[in-house]
Protein backbone atom coordinates (compact mmCIF):
# COMPACT_ATOMS: atom_id res chain seq x y z
CA UNK A 1 0.00 0.00 0.00
CA UNK A 2 0.85 3.57 -0.57
CA UNK A 3 1.60 6.19 1.70
CA UNK A 4 -1.75 7.40 1.94
CA UNK A 5 -2.95 9.20 5.45
CA UNK A 6 -5.56 6.26 5.76
CA UNK A 7 -3.10 3.14 4.93
CA UNK A 8 -2.56 2.96 8.68
CA UNK A 9 -6.55 2.86 9.28
CA UNK A 10 -6.72 0.65 5.96
CA UNK A 11 -4.57 -2.39 7.76
CA UNK A 12 -5.97 -2.05 11.03
CA UNK A 13 -9.41 -3.78 9.33
CA UNK A 14 -10.97 -6.91 8.86
CA UNK A 15 -14.05 -7.64 7.02
CA UNK A 16 -15.28 -11.32 7.29
CA UNK A 17 -17.98 -13.24 7.00
CA UNK A 18 -19.22 -16.43 9.40
CA UNK A 19 -20.20 -18.89 7.03
CA UNK A 20 -21.79 -22.77 8.02
CA UNK A 21 -24.65 -24.95 7.63
CA UNK A 22 -27.75 -24.57 9.85
CA UNK A 23 -26.87 -26.03 13.69
CA UNK A 24 -23.41 -26.17 13.45
CA UNK A 25 -22.87 -23.44 16.11
CA UNK A 26 -22.22 -20.50 13.97
CA UNK A 27 -24.49 -18.22 15.72
CA UNK A 28 -23.09 -19.01 19.17
CA UNK A 29 -19.32 -19.00 17.94
CA UNK A 30 -20.09 -14.69 16.71
CA UNK A 31 -21.23 -14.15 20.40
CA UNK A 32 -17.90 -15.99 21.62
CA UNK A 33 -16.05 -13.68 19.34
CA UNK A 34 -17.87 -10.81 20.63
CA UNK A 35 -17.99 -11.99 24.42
CA UNK A 36 -14.07 -12.49 23.74
CA UNK A 37 -13.21 -9.54 22.30
CA UNK A 38 -14.24 -7.40 25.03
CA UNK A 39 -17.83 -6.20 22.50
CA UNK A 40 -20.47 -7.97 25.12
CA UNK A 41 -20.24 -8.79 28.77
CA UNK A 42 -22.44 -11.89 28.44
CA UNK A 43 -23.33 -14.11 25.77
CA UNK A 44 -27.18 -15.59 24.62
CA UNK A 45 -27.47 -18.95 24.11
CA UNK A 46 -29.20 -19.75 21.40
CA UNK A 47 -31.74 -22.45 22.38
CA UNK A 48 -35.05 -22.00 20.74
CA UNK A 49 -38.39 -20.04 21.85
CA UNK A 50 -38.53 -20.20 25.52
CA UNK A 51 -34.62 -18.83 26.03
CA UNK A 52 -34.54 -15.88 28.03
CA UNK A 53 -31.41 -14.67 26.26
CA UNK A 54 -31.19 -14.31 22.41
CA UNK A 55 -28.11 -14.33 20.81
CA UNK A 56 -26.96 -10.42 20.02
CA UNK A 57 -27.02 -11.54 16.31
CA UNK A 58 -31.12 -12.36 16.07
CA UNK A 59 -32.60 -9.70 16.76
CA UNK A 60 -35.44 -10.24 14.63
CA UNK A 61 -38.90 -11.19 16.05
CA UNK A 62 -39.00 -14.76 14.01
CA UNK A 63 -35.42 -15.22 14.60
CA UNK A 64 -36.42 -15.19 18.57
CA UNK A 65 -39.15 -17.70 18.25
CA UNK A 66 -37.63 -19.99 15.86
CA UNK A 67 -34.26 -19.95 17.23
CA UNK A 68 -32.63 -19.49 13.71
CA UNK A 69 -31.05 -16.98 11.96
CA UNK A 70 -32.97 -15.60 8.77
CA UNK A 71 -31.22 -12.29 8.04
CA UNK A 72 -27.30 -11.42 8.16
CA UNK A 73 -26.34 -9.12 10.76
CA UNK A 74 -23.51 -7.10 11.15
CA UNK A 75 -20.98 -6.86 13.98
CA UNK A 76 -18.20 -4.49 14.54
CA UNK A 77 -15.64 -4.77 17.78
CA UNK A 78 -12.17 -3.96 18.73
CA UNK A 79 -9.46 -7.03 19.60
CA UNK A 80 -6.05 -5.97 19.89
CA UNK A 81 -6.27 -2.61 18.45
CA UNK A 82 -7.71 -3.96 15.34
CA UNK A 83 -11.62 -2.93 14.08
CA UNK A 84 -13.06 -6.01 13.07
CA UNK A 85 -16.17 -6.44 10.96
CA UNK A 86 -17.90 -9.58 11.81
CA UNK A 87 -21.07 -10.80 9.18
CA UNK A 88 -23.32 -13.23 10.64
CA UNK A 89 -25.08 -14.81 8.01
CA UNK A 90 -28.02 -17.09 8.08
CA UNK A 91 -27.47 -21.02 7.50
CA UNK A 92 -30.65 -21.93 6.58
CA UNK A 93 -30.55 -22.56 2.52
CA UNK A 94 -33.69 -20.43 1.66
CA UNK A 95 -31.87 -17.67 2.57
CA UNK A 96 -28.75 -18.20 0.68
CA UNK A 97 -29.56 -15.20 -1.33
CA UNK A 98 -28.63 -12.70 1.10
CA UNK A 99 -25.59 -14.87 2.50
CA UNK A 100 -24.40 -14.63 -1.36
CA UNK A 101 -24.67 -10.70 -1.04
CA UNK A 102 -23.14 -10.66 2.19
CA UNK A 103 -20.07 -12.12 1.13
CA UNK A 104 -19.67 -10.00 -1.36
CA UNK A 105 -19.02 -7.46 1.10
CA UNK A 106 -16.27 -9.19 2.79
CA UNK A 107 -12.16 -10.48 2.10
CA UNK A 108 -12.20 -13.33 4.27
CA UNK A 109 -14.93 -16.30 5.62
CA UNK A 110 -14.82 -18.66 8.66
CA UNK A 111 -16.07 -21.75 8.01
CA UNK A 112 -17.81 -23.79 10.67
CA UNK A 113 -18.17 -27.00 10.55
CA UNK A 114 -19.74 -29.44 13.17
CA UNK A 115 -16.91 -32.46 13.91
CA UNK A 116 -19.99 -35.19 13.68
CA UNK A 117 -21.12 -33.83 10.59
CA UNK A 118 -18.48 -32.90 8.44
CA UNK A 119 -18.98 -30.63 5.54
CA UNK A 120 -22.73 -30.42 5.12
CA UNK A 121 -25.02 -29.36 1.88
CA UNK A 122 -25.81 -25.62 3.09
CA UNK A 123 -21.42 -24.95 3.60
CA UNK A 124 -21.46 -26.52 -0.05
CA UNK A 125 -23.14 -23.76 -1.71
CA UNK A 126 -21.15 -21.19 -0.14
CA UNK A 127 -17.64 -23.03 -0.29
CA UNK A 128 -18.86 -22.37 -4.34
CA UNK A 129 -19.22 -18.88 -3.84
CA UNK A 130 -16.46 -18.00 -1.77
CA UNK A 131 -14.15 -20.48 -4.44
CA UNK A 132 -15.88 -18.02 -7.66
CA UNK A 133 -14.34 -14.78 -5.54
CA UNK A 134 -10.90 -16.52 -4.43
CA UNK A 135 -12.41 -15.41 -0.94
CA UNK A 136 -9.80 -17.08 1.70
CA UNK A 137 -11.34 -19.22 4.54
CA UNK A 138 -9.92 -19.96 8.42
CA UNK A 139 -11.76 -23.07 9.31
CA UNK A 140 -13.27 -23.56 12.43
CA UNK A 141 -14.60 -27.09 13.48
CA UNK A 142 -16.76 -26.88 16.48
CA UNK A 143 -18.29 -29.72 18.81
CA UNK A 144 -15.33 -31.86 19.68
CA UNK A 145 -16.87 -32.18 23.36
CA UNK A 146 -19.35 -34.76 21.44
CA UNK A 147 -19.16 -37.69 19.72
CA UNK A 148 -17.85 -36.61 16.52
CA UNK A 149 -15.49 -38.05 13.56
CA UNK A 150 -11.61 -38.29 13.57
CA UNK A 151 -10.27 -34.98 12.92
CA UNK A 152 -8.10 -37.11 10.05
CA UNK A 153 -11.42 -37.85 8.37
CA UNK A 154 -12.90 -34.29 8.75
CA UNK A 155 -9.50 -32.77 7.01
CA UNK A 156 -9.88 -35.18 4.39
CA UNK A 157 -13.45 -34.27 3.62
CA UNK A 158 -12.50 -30.39 4.05
CA UNK A 159 -9.85 -30.59 1.36
CA UNK A 160 -11.87 -32.43 -0.80
CA UNK A 161 -14.93 -30.31 -0.91
CA UNK A 162 -12.17 -26.97 -0.54
CA UNK A 163 -10.39 -28.23 -3.35
CA UNK A 164 -7.51 -26.71 -1.44
CA UNK A 165 -5.03 -28.15 0.85
CA UNK A 166 -5.55 -28.36 5.09
CA UNK A 167 -2.72 -26.79 7.50
CA UNK A 168 -3.84 -27.82 11.08
CA UNK A 169 -3.41 -24.68 13.25
CA UNK A 170 -4.98 -26.70 16.26
CA UNK A 171 -5.05 -30.36 16.91
CA UNK A 172 -7.55 -32.21 19.25
CA UNK A 173 -6.49 -34.49 22.32
CA UNK A 174 -9.79 -36.96 22.39
CA UNK A 175 -13.46 -36.47 21.84
CA UNK A 176 -16.65 -36.69 23.14
CA UNK A 177 -16.40 -37.38 27.12
CA UNK A 178 -12.57 -38.12 26.95
CA UNK A 179 -11.89 -34.77 25.03
CA UNK A 180 -9.38 -33.49 26.37
CA UNK A 181 -8.21 -30.45 24.47
CA UNK A 182 -6.57 -28.86 21.53
CA UNK A 183 -2.21 -28.64 20.99
CA UNK A 184 -1.63 -25.30 19.25
CA UNK A 185 1.17 -25.83 16.46
CA UNK A 186 1.37 -21.85 16.65
CA UNK A 187 2.59 -21.04 20.58
CA UNK A 188 3.63 -25.46 20.98
CA UNK A 189 1.22 -25.84 23.79
CA UNK A 190 -1.53 -27.84 25.06
CA UNK A 191 -4.88 -25.87 26.13
CA UNK A 192 -6.25 -28.62 28.73
CA UNK A 193 -10.45 -28.54 28.21
CA UNK A 194 -12.86 -27.64 31.05
CA UNK A 195 -16.42 -27.58 30.15
CA UNK A 196 -18.45 -24.49 31.08
CA UNK A 197 -20.35 -21.23 29.35
CA UNK A 198 -18.88 -19.05 31.47
CA UNK A 199 -14.99 -19.70 31.33
CA UNK A 200 -12.41 -16.98 29.94
CA UNK A 201 -9.58 -18.14 27.86
CA UNK A 202 -7.36 -17.03 31.16
CA UNK A 203 -9.38 -19.49 32.98
CA UNK A 204 -7.67 -22.58 31.04
CA UNK A 205 -4.48 -24.38 31.88
CA UNK A 206 -2.23 -24.84 29.29
CA UNK A 207 0.61 -27.06 29.32
CA UNK A 208 4.04 -27.15 27.22
CA UNK A 209 4.17 -29.22 24.14
CA UNK A 210 7.63 -30.04 24.91
CA UNK A 211 6.76 -31.77 28.39
CA UNK A 212 5.29 -34.93 26.67
CA UNK A 213 5.54 -36.13 30.03
CA UNK A 214 3.33 -34.82 32.30
CA UNK A 215 0.86 -34.41 29.03
CA UNK A 216 1.13 -38.21 28.59
CA UNK A 217 0.49 -39.03 32.42
CA UNK A 218 -2.55 -36.68 32.29
CA UNK A 219 -4.21 -37.92 29.32
CA UNK A 220 -2.18 -41.57 28.63
CA UNK A 221 -3.39 -43.03 25.72
CA UNK A 222 -5.66 -40.32 24.48
CA UNK A 223 -2.58 -38.00 24.00
CA UNK A 224 -0.66 -40.64 22.00
CA UNK A 225 -3.44 -40.96 20.04
CA UNK A 226 -3.32 -37.61 19.07
CA UNK A 227 0.11 -36.68 19.22
CA UNK A 228 0.06 -39.80 16.31
CA UNK A 229 -2.36 -38.36 14.45
CA UNK A 230 -1.23 -34.82 14.43
CA UNK A 231 2.22 -36.25 13.33
CA UNK A 232 0.43 -37.61 10.33
CA UNK A 233 -1.88 -34.20 9.47
CA UNK A 234 1.51 -32.18 9.91
CA UNK A 235 3.48 -34.59 7.56
CA UNK A 236 0.71 -35.06 4.59
CA UNK A 237 -0.27 -31.22 5.14
CA UNK A 238 2.01 -28.29 3.15
CA UNK A 239 3.86 -26.18 5.29
CA UNK A 240 1.74 -22.79 6.13
CA UNK A 241 2.08 -20.63 3.33
CA UNK A 242 -0.04 -16.66 4.07
CA UNK A 243 0.29 -15.82 0.85
CA UNK A 244 -1.25 -18.85 -0.37
CA UNK A 245 -4.17 -18.52 2.14
CA UNK A 246 -4.56 -14.65 0.65
CA UNK A 247 -4.83 -16.36 -2.69
CA UNK A 248 -7.69 -19.05 -1.32
CA UNK A 249 -5.19 -22.09 -1.49
CA UNK A 250 -5.43 -23.20 2.11
CA UNK A 251 -7.23 -22.92 4.90
CA UNK A 252 -5.92 -23.12 8.41
CA UNK A 253 -7.81 -25.04 10.29
CA UNK A 254 -9.02 -24.94 14.54
CA UNK A 255 -10.77 -27.24 16.50
CA UNK A 256 -12.60 -26.52 19.61
CA UNK A 257 -16.19 -26.28 21.16
CA UNK A 258 -17.46 -22.79 21.11
CA UNK A 259 -20.13 -23.51 23.22
CA UNK A 260 -17.84 -24.35 26.28
CA UNK A 261 -15.59 -20.98 25.03
CA UNK A 262 -13.22 -23.41 23.98
CA UNK A 263 -10.46 -23.05 20.69
CA UNK A 264 -12.39 -19.70 20.36
CA UNK A 265 -9.47 -17.21 21.46
CA UNK A 266 -7.16 -19.33 18.78
CA UNK A 267 -9.76 -18.33 16.40
CA UNK A 268 -10.02 -14.62 17.63
CA UNK A 269 -5.61 -14.40 17.44
CA UNK A 270 -6.16 -15.89 13.51
CA UNK A 271 -8.22 -13.38 12.27
CA UNK A 272 -5.87 -10.45 13.08
CA UNK A 273 -2.76 -12.26 12.66
CA UNK A 274 -4.21 -14.38 9.36
CA UNK A 275 -6.66 -12.62 7.88
CA UNK A 276 -6.41 -9.76 5.06
CA UNK A 277 -7.42 -5.74 5.39
CA UNK A 278 -9.29 -4.72 3.17
CA UNK A 279 -8.66 -5.52 -0.65
CA UNK A 280 -8.62 -3.29 -3.80
CA UNK A 281 -12.30 -3.79 -5.63
CA UNK A 282 -12.94 -3.51 -9.13
CA UNK A 283 -15.26 -1.04 -10.60
CA UNK A 284 -16.51 0.29 -13.79
CA UNK A 285 -16.24 3.59 -15.13
CA UNK A 286 -17.76 5.34 -18.30
CA UNK A 287 -14.84 6.84 -20.48
CA UNK A 288 -15.86 8.65 -23.87
CA UNK A 289 -19.31 6.49 -23.02
CA UNK A 290 -17.22 3.05 -23.00
CA UNK A 291 -17.48 0.76 -19.64
CA UNK A 292 -13.99 0.58 -18.40
CA UNK A 293 -12.52 -1.66 -15.58
CA UNK A 294 -11.06 0.72 -12.78
CA UNK A 295 -9.28 -0.76 -9.41
CA UNK A 296 -10.24 1.10 -6.26
CA UNK A 297 -7.52 0.86 -3.93
CA UNK A 298 -8.68 0.96 -0.16
CA UNK A 299 -6.25 3.58 1.02
CA UNK A 300 -7.43 6.20 -1.73
CA UNK A 301 -8.32 9.18 -0.42
CA UNK A 302 -12.16 9.65 -2.35
CA UNK A 303 -14.98 7.54 -0.55
CA UNK A 304 -16.62 4.98 -2.31
CA UNK A 305 -18.61 2.10 -0.73
CA UNK A 306 -21.45 -0.40 -2.11
CA UNK A 307 -24.70 -1.06 -0.67
CA UNK A 308 -24.60 -4.87 0.04
CA UNK A 309 -28.13 -5.18 2.40
CA UNK A 310 -30.57 -3.23 3.15
CA UNK A 311 -33.13 -3.81 6.14
CA UNK A 312 -36.27 -2.31 6.75
CA UNK A 313 -37.76 -1.89 10.81
CA UNK A 314 -34.54 -2.75 12.63
CA UNK A 315 -36.40 -0.58 14.79
CA UNK A 316 -39.94 -1.09 15.04
CA UNK A 317 -40.99 2.01 16.98
CA UNK A 318 -39.42 4.20 13.92
CA UNK A 319 -40.07 2.49 11.33
CA UNK A 320 -36.54 3.30 9.85
CA UNK A 321 -34.93 1.51 6.95
CA UNK A 322 -31.33 1.01 6.88
CA UNK A 323 -28.75 0.54 4.19
CA UNK A 324 -25.64 -1.43 4.93
CA UNK A 325 -22.62 0.41 3.26
CA UNK A 326 -19.29 -1.83 2.69
CA UNK A 327 -16.30 0.95 2.33
CA UNK A 328 -14.23 0.42 -0.31
CA UNK A 329 -12.17 3.12 0.14
CA UNK A 330 -11.28 6.73 1.96
CA UNK A 331 -13.11 8.19 4.64
CA UNK A 332 -16.16 8.49 6.12
CA UNK A 333 -16.63 11.96 8.18
CA UNK A 334 -20.62 13.21 9.46
CA UNK A 335 -22.01 15.61 7.04
CA UNK A 336 -19.77 14.17 4.12
CA UNK A 337 -21.94 15.46 0.46
CA UNK A 338 -22.97 11.95 -1.21
CA UNK A 339 -24.01 10.17 -3.98
CA UNK A 340 -25.84 7.57 -5.47
CA UNK A 341 -24.66 6.82 -8.78
CA UNK A 342 -27.53 4.71 -10.20
CA UNK A 343 -29.68 8.18 -9.59
CA UNK A 344 -27.21 10.84 -9.22
CA UNK A 345 -28.52 11.93 -6.81
CA UNK A 346 -27.58 13.78 -3.36
CA UNK A 347 -27.83 11.30 -0.11
CA UNK A 348 -28.44 13.03 3.16
CA UNK A 349 -28.37 10.66 5.55
CA UNK A 350 -30.41 11.10 8.76
CA UNK A 351 -27.91 9.48 10.88
CA UNK A 352 -24.86 7.34 10.03
CA UNK A 353 -24.14 3.86 12.50
CA UNK A 354 -21.90 1.40 13.28
CA UNK A 355 -23.45 -2.11 14.61
CA UNK A 356 -23.62 -4.36 16.99
CA UNK A 357 -26.59 -5.81 16.02
CA UNK A 358 -29.56 -3.77 16.65
CA UNK A 359 -27.15 -1.83 19.10
CA UNK A 360 -26.08 1.36 16.95
CA UNK A 361 -23.53 3.96 18.06
CA UNK A 362 -22.80 7.20 15.83
CA UNK A 363 -19.96 7.14 13.44
CA UNK A 364 -17.53 9.90 13.91
CA UNK A 365 -14.89 8.09 11.25
CA UNK A 366 -14.86 5.64 9.25
CA UNK A 367 -12.26 3.79 6.79
CA UNK A 368 -12.39 1.11 3.93
CA UNK A 369 -13.13 -2.42 5.63
CA UNK A 370 -16.23 -1.03 7.64
CA UNK A 371 -19.95 -1.94 7.79
CA UNK A 372 -21.72 1.50 8.08
CA UNK A 373 -25.52 2.03 8.45
CA UNK A 374 -27.34 4.66 5.92
CA UNK A 375 -30.74 5.44 7.80
CA UNK A 376 -32.70 6.58 4.84
CA UNK A 377 -36.25 7.34 3.79
CA UNK A 378 -35.76 5.50 0.26
CA UNK A 379 -33.67 6.29 -2.63
CA UNK A 380 -31.24 3.24 -2.56
CA UNK A 381 -31.50 -0.14 -3.27
CA UNK A 382 -29.24 -3.27 -3.38
CA UNK A 383 -26.44 -2.92 -5.43
CA UNK A 384 -26.17 1.18 -5.00
CA UNK A 385 -22.74 2.53 -5.37
CA UNK A 386 -21.94 5.52 -2.89
CA UNK A 387 -19.34 7.78 -3.27
CA UNK A 388 -18.53 11.30 -2.52
CA UNK A 389 -18.58 12.62 -6.19
CA UNK A 390 -16.54 10.00 -8.28
CA UNK A 391 -18.89 8.44 -11.09
CA UNK A 392 -17.82 4.75 -10.63
CA UNK A 393 -20.11 1.63 -9.94
CA UNK A 394 -19.19 -1.61 -8.09
CA UNK A 395 -20.77 -5.10 -9.67
CA UNK A 396 -21.10 -8.17 -8.68
CA UNK A 397 -24.28 -8.38 -6.52
CA UNK A 398 -26.51 -11.11 -7.59
CA UNK A 399 -30.12 -11.44 -7.84
CA UNK A 400 -31.00 -15.45 -8.73
CA UNK A 401 -33.84 -15.77 -10.39
CA UNK A 402 -36.53 -17.89 -8.28
CA UNK A 403 -37.90 -21.55 -8.29
CA UNK A 404 -40.73 -20.85 -6.11
CA UNK A 405 -43.89 -18.77 -6.88
CA UNK A 406 -46.75 -17.28 -4.77
CA UNK A 407 -49.75 -14.92 -5.94
CA UNK A 408 -50.20 -12.16 -2.92
CA UNK A 409 -54.30 -11.99 -1.73
CA UNK A 410 -54.77 -9.34 0.95
CA UNK A 411 -57.59 -10.26 3.27
CA UNK A 412 -58.40 -6.30 4.12
CA UNK A 413 -58.64 -4.91 1.35
CA UNK A 414 -58.84 -1.47 3.28
CA UNK A 415 -54.74 -2.60 3.70
CA UNK A 416 -53.51 -2.28 0.05
CA UNK A 417 -51.67 0.94 0.51
CA UNK A 418 -49.62 -1.14 3.75
CA UNK A 419 -49.33 -3.86 1.67
CA UNK A 420 -47.98 -1.77 -1.47
CA UNK A 421 -45.59 -0.23 1.12
CA UNK A 422 -44.40 -3.62 2.82
CA UNK A 423 -43.93 -5.55 -0.68
CA UNK A 424 -41.67 -1.91 -1.95
CA UNK A 425 -39.61 -2.15 1.01
CA UNK A 426 -39.00 -6.04 1.39
CA UNK A 427 -38.42 -6.21 -2.04
CA UNK A 428 -35.85 -3.91 -2.78
CA UNK A 429 -34.59 -5.25 1.04
CA UNK A 430 -33.85 -8.30 -0.89
CA UNK A 431 -35.63 -10.56 1.61
CA UNK A 432 -38.11 -11.71 -1.14
CA UNK A 433 -38.35 -10.81 -4.94
CA UNK A 434 -41.78 -9.11 -6.02
CA UNK A 435 -42.98 -9.30 -9.14
CA UNK A 436 -45.61 -6.78 -10.54
CA UNK A 437 -47.44 -8.68 -13.70
CA UNK A 438 -47.16 -5.72 -16.78
CA UNK A 439 -50.88 -6.95 -17.53
CA UNK A 440 -52.27 -6.36 -13.83
CA UNK A 441 -53.39 -8.60 -11.44
CA UNK A 442 -52.46 -9.73 -8.54
CA UNK A 443 -48.56 -8.98 -7.27
CA UNK A 444 -46.28 -11.98 -7.34
CA UNK A 445 -43.78 -13.25 -4.88
CA UNK A 446 -40.54 -15.59 -5.80
CA UNK A 447 -38.33 -16.96 -3.90
CA UNK A 448 -35.40 -19.46 -3.59
CA UNK A 449 -37.03 -21.56 -0.37
CA UNK A 450 -40.55 -21.69 0.84
CA UNK A 451 -39.28 -20.46 4.55
CA UNK A 452 -38.46 -16.99 2.80
CA UNK A 453 -42.71 -16.72 1.89
CA UNK A 454 -43.62 -17.40 5.83
CA UNK A 455 -40.76 -14.97 7.02
CA UNK A 456 -42.19 -12.06 4.72
CA UNK A 457 -46.08 -12.92 5.72
CA UNK A 458 -44.76 -12.78 8.76
CA UNK A 459 -43.35 -9.44 9.02
CA UNK A 460 -46.49 -8.24 6.12
CA UNK A 461 -48.38 -8.54 9.39
CA UNK A 462 -46.10 -7.37 12.08
CA UNK A 463 -44.28 -4.51 10.64
CA UNK A 464 -46.77 -3.56 8.44
CA UNK A 465 -50.48 -4.47 10.04
CA UNK A 466 -51.12 -5.87 6.34
CA UNK A 467 -52.42 -9.49 6.71
CA UNK A 468 -52.34 -11.74 3.52
CA UNK A 469 -52.74 -15.25 2.09
CA UNK A 470 -50.67 -16.57 -0.38
CA UNK A 471 -51.83 -19.00 -2.75
CA UNK A 472 -49.83 -21.00 -5.21
CA UNK A 473 -49.72 -20.28 -9.10
CA UNK A 474 -48.92 -21.68 -12.04
CA UNK A 475 -45.54 -20.25 -12.52
CA UNK A 476 -42.42 -22.41 -11.82
CA UNK A 477 -39.43 -20.17 -12.81
CA UNK A 478 -38.38 -16.41 -14.13
CA UNK A 479 -36.05 -15.42 -16.37
CA UNK A 480 -34.32 -11.94 -16.59
CA UNK A 481 -34.26 -10.75 -20.26
CA UNK A 482 -32.47 -8.04 -22.51
CA UNK A 483 -32.08 -7.74 -26.49
CA UNK A 484 -29.75 -5.70 -28.26
CA UNK A 485 -32.49 -3.39 -29.76
CA UNK A 486 -35.47 -2.10 -28.50
CA UNK A 487 -37.42 -3.21 -31.67
CA UNK A 488 -36.56 -6.67 -30.55
CA UNK A 489 -37.54 -6.32 -26.94
CA UNK A 490 -40.97 -4.22 -27.96
CA UNK A 491 -41.27 -7.42 -30.30
CA UNK A 492 -40.85 -10.19 -27.78
CA UNK A 493 -43.32 -8.36 -24.93
CA UNK A 494 -45.91 -7.73 -27.30
CA UNK A 495 -45.58 -11.41 -28.71
CA UNK A 496 -45.79 -12.51 -24.61
CA UNK A 497 -48.29 -9.67 -22.96
CA UNK A 498 -49.18 -12.25 -20.10
CA UNK A 499 -45.65 -12.93 -18.83
CA UNK A 500 -43.88 -10.13 -18.41
CA UNK A 501 -43.30 -8.48 -15.28
CA UNK A 502 -41.33 -6.04 -13.49
CA UNK A 503 -39.23 -6.80 -10.16
CA UNK A 504 -38.16 -4.53 -7.38
CA UNK A 505 -35.64 -2.71 -9.77
CA UNK A 506 -37.79 -2.62 -12.74
CA UNK A 507 -35.44 -5.35 -14.44
CA UNK A 508 -37.99 -6.89 -16.97
CA UNK A 509 -38.40 -10.28 -16.31
CA UNK A 510 -39.79 -13.85 -18.67
CA UNK A 511 -42.36 -15.72 -16.53
CA UNK A 512 -42.02 -19.75 -17.04
CA UNK A 513 -44.64 -22.16 -16.76
CA UNK A 514 -42.72 -25.10 -17.90
CA UNK A 515 -38.54 -25.55 -18.07
CA UNK A 516 -39.52 -25.74 -21.91
CA UNK A 517 -40.73 -21.60 -22.05
CA UNK A 518 -37.22 -20.15 -22.17
CA UNK A 519 -36.42 -22.79 -25.36
CA UNK A 520 -39.79 -21.97 -26.90
CA UNK A 521 -39.55 -18.71 -26.51
CA UNK A 522 -35.57 -18.46 -28.10
CA UNK A 523 -35.77 -20.19 -30.96
CA UNK A 524 -38.79 -17.81 -32.00
CA UNK A 525 -36.42 -14.36 -30.83
CA UNK A 526 -33.08 -15.97 -30.91
CA UNK A 527 -31.97 -12.03 -30.33
CA UNK A 528 -33.73 -12.11 -27.03
CA UNK A 529 -31.17 -12.91 -23.94
CA UNK A 530 -32.45 -14.51 -21.47
CA UNK A 531 -30.80 -14.43 -17.73
CA UNK A 532 -30.85 -16.46 -14.45
CA UNK A 533 -28.76 -14.06 -12.52
CA UNK A 534 -29.04 -10.16 -12.71
CA UNK A 535 -26.49 -8.22 -11.03
CA UNK A 536 -27.34 -4.55 -9.76
CA UNK A 537 -26.47 -1.90 -12.30
CA UNK A 538 -27.06 -4.13 -15.37
CA UNK A 539 -27.85 -7.68 -16.02
CA UNK A 540 -24.85 -9.83 -16.81
CA UNK A 541 -23.62 -13.40 -16.08
CA UNK A 542 -26.08 -16.43 -16.76
CA UNK A 543 -27.64 -16.55 -20.09
Excluded at 58 to 63: G, K, L, P
Excluded at 212 to 227: G, I, V
Aim: glycine share 6%; aromatic share 8%; hydrophobic share 40%.
Amino acid sequence: MSASPFAAETRRRRTFAIISHPDAGKTTLTEKLLLFSGAIQIAGAVKGRKASRHATSDWMEIEKQRGISVASSVMQMVYRDHVINLLDTPGHKDFSEDTYRVLTAVDSALMVIDAANGVEAQTRRLIEVCRQRNTPIITFVNKMDREVREPLDILDEVERELGMPCVPMTWPVGKGKSFGGIMNLRTRAMTVFESGSERRPQDFETIPLDDAATLRARFEAEYDAAAESMELATGASPTWDHAAFLAARQTPVFFGSGVNNFGVMEVLDALVDLAPPPQPRTSSVVVNRQPQDKVVQPDEPAFSGVVFKVQANMDANHRDRIAFVRMASGKYTPGMKLKVQRTAKELRPTSVVTFLSQRREAVDEAYAGDIIGFTTHGGVQLGDTITDGANLQFTGLPFFAPELFMTVLLKNPLRTKQLQQGLAQLGEEGAIQVFRPQAGGAMLLGAVGQLQFEVVQHRLKTEYDADIRLEGCQYTGARWITADTPAELRAFTDAYPQRMALDAADALAFLCTSPYDVRLAQERFPKIHFHLLREHAGLSLSG
